[in-house]
């Protein structure tokens, strides 16, 4: 599986982004899928992770009611819908496969390339 992630750019505070990962190959929709972000000079954090079928999802605590993930198995595509940004939401974002939910950063399969995100104040 490649993925490609894309969507990324510079935005005012407030504003929203959507980013979206491409997957590759035919067992997109037997990944958890989810994204990571890592800002200037600090560890990669996880952000969001989504199920198989896309009706489950989980949120670190910072990006709960603003971001959504979501997912299209009929289109290998993952998205993250980011709204009301802020400042400490810049950060270069990574999708990634994973194949456990519960336990997904350690059982990430295959990371995507990453897209940048910017917020001015």
């Known amino acids: 599986v490649q993925l490609q992630a894309s969507g990324g750019g510079l935005v005012q505070a407030g504003g929203s982004l959507r980013l979206s990962c491409a997957a590759s190959?035919?067992?997109?929709?037997?990944?958890?899928m989810g994204w990571f972000r890592q800002a200037p000079g600090k560890e990669r954090e996880f952000v969001a992770i989504i199920n198989l079928s896309g009706g489950s999802s989980y949120y670190v605590d910072s990006v709960k009611g603003r971001f959504t993930i979501s997912r299209d198995n009929a289109k290998n595509t993952v998205y993250l819908q980011m709204n009301n940004l802020k400042p400490e939401d810049t950060a270069v974002y990574y999708c990634?496969?994973?194949?456990?939910?519960?336990?997904?950063?350690?059982?990430?399969?295959?990371w995507g390339q990453g897209t940048l995100v910017t917020v001015s104040s």
């Open positions: 990634a496969a994973g194949r456990s939910f519960s336990n997904f950063p350690t059982t990430i399969a295959y």
């Open positions: 190959g035919r067992t997109f929709s037997s990944y958890f």
